[in-house]
């Protein structure tokens, strides 16, 4: 009994200490810091490593993910113009997106992270149907 409830526990911590690493995939998130006015997403395939999403113009890409560790590719964008504001805004965003190093993902929150204090905030909302 003893021995068995030692592999119970053991299973137990191990199921909650494990996060899945892929816990972001299938879902859309919305930047929570955009400026005024304007709503810029990122989702991600529940399939393959791509991620998409739209601001001005939409957007997309692949990712590499190694346990935290993830990382953009060079992102592809539709060509559309808007208020100078709202394109100022969208090109530092795809900038950033390439030097993103990290992410967590707390409850509906993620959070992207990267070199000299990088750090972008997404909350979860509802994916668009296909």
Request: charged share 20%.
């Amino acid at each position: 009994m003893k021995k068995l409830l030692s592999a119970f526990l053991a299973l137990f911590m191990v199921a909650a200490c494990s996060k899945s690493s892929d816990s972001f995939k299938g879902k859309m998130y919305k930047l929570s810091s955009a400026p005024a006015n304007m709503e810029i997403t990122l989702g991600f395939d529940a399939n393959e490593p791509r991620f998409y999403g739209k601001a001005v113009n939409n957007y997309f890409g692949s990712y590499t993910l190694e346990g935290q560790k993830l990382t953009f590719s060079p992102v592809g964008a539709t060509m559309m113009a808007g208020p100078i504001e709202m394109m100022e805004a969208e090109s530092a965003y795809l900038q950033n997106l390439p030097k993103v190093n990290a992410y967590s993902v707390d409850g509906s929150k993620l959070t992207l992270t990267g070199d000299n204090g990088l750090k972008l905030e997404f909350d979860e909302i509802s994916a668009p149907a296909e």
